[in-house]
């Protein structure tokens, strides 16, 4: 089983739709959950992270974690082709400093 | 600005060669890492290091080695070893412990020609 698991994809989403991306991890004692976005041939670029149960908003984006599922959820609200772009879950463990990155989602917006 | 500076961004490697990829950042952070990102596929951890002159292997660490000499430095070596070089590799950094996350560089695409 990875450590980190993602649906590679991709996902086709219409302009102005919610775009729901998901995420499960293997370690129960994660503590720092971290979503990514990275568009082609670029470096990625964090967009949320959320270490507490619950849901943490930042303007269109909401991240959302259930550490007793172990599962960890990004949605991005009324969705832009600016959007377009492979999206990263990273997970550390605990007492680890280094991130497990999931294989990513290729997330489409179609106008 | 701060920020991690990655050099070069392209890179050919003829086979047998050794290659030294050049990560240098002015964050003052403490912990530098070295990920591997073939197409279609997330990040895999070649090495890190938290301190100056200490560094640990990750997942994929055969064929590659590293120095941390100065704490803006952490420069990857991908030696003749490495049989399927070919990928996007990324530095990264962060303050230490990884909450607030990463700060990565504009990443090097390595090609074997």
């Known amino acids: 089983q990875k450590e980190v698991e993602q649906n590679s994809g991709p996902l086709s989403v219409p302009e102005g739709a919610i775009a729901s991306l998901n995420c499960t991890y293997s370690?129960?004692?994660?503590?720092?959950f971290f979503w990514y976005r990275q568009y082609s041939g670029k470096s990625p670029e964090l967009i949320m992270s959320?270490?507490?149960?619950g849901d943490k908003e930042d303007g269109r984006f909401t991240a959302q974690l259930n550490k007793a599922s172990q599962y960890v959820s990004l949605l991005i609200r009324d969705s832009q082709p600016s959007d377009s772009a492979t999206y990263l879950c990273?997970?550390?463990?605990?007492?680890?400093?280094?991130?497990?990155f999931g294989q990513g989602t290729r997330l489409t917006i179609n106008p | 600005d701060g920020g991690i500076t990655q050099s070069p961004k392209y890179l050919f490697r003829k086979e047998g060669q050794n290659v030294t990829l050049s990560c240098e950042q002015n964050?003052?952070?403490?912990?530098m890492y070295w990920y591997r990102q073939d197409p279609g596929q997330g990040l895999r951890l070649i090495y890190y290091?938290?301190?100056?002159?200490?560094?640990q292997k990750g997942d994929i660490a055969e064929g590659y080695s590293v120095s941390r000499e100065k704490k803006e430095s952490f420069p990857l070596t991908v030696t003749s070893a490495q049989k399927n070089p070919t990928a996007f590799y990324l530095c990264?950094?962060?303050?230490?412990?990884?909450?607030?996350?990463?700060?990565f560089g504009s990443g090097t695409r390595l090609t074997v020609v």
């Open positions: 290091s938290q301190i100056v002159n200490d560094f």
């Open positions: 990273a997970v550390n463990s605990e007492g680890a400093q280094k991130l497990v």
């Open positions: 370690d129960r004692g994660s503590q720092s």
């Open positions: 959320i270490y507490s149960n």
């Open positions: 990264a950094s962060s303050t230490g412990t990884v909450t607030p996350g990463y700060t």
């Open positions: 964050l003052n952070h403490d912990a």
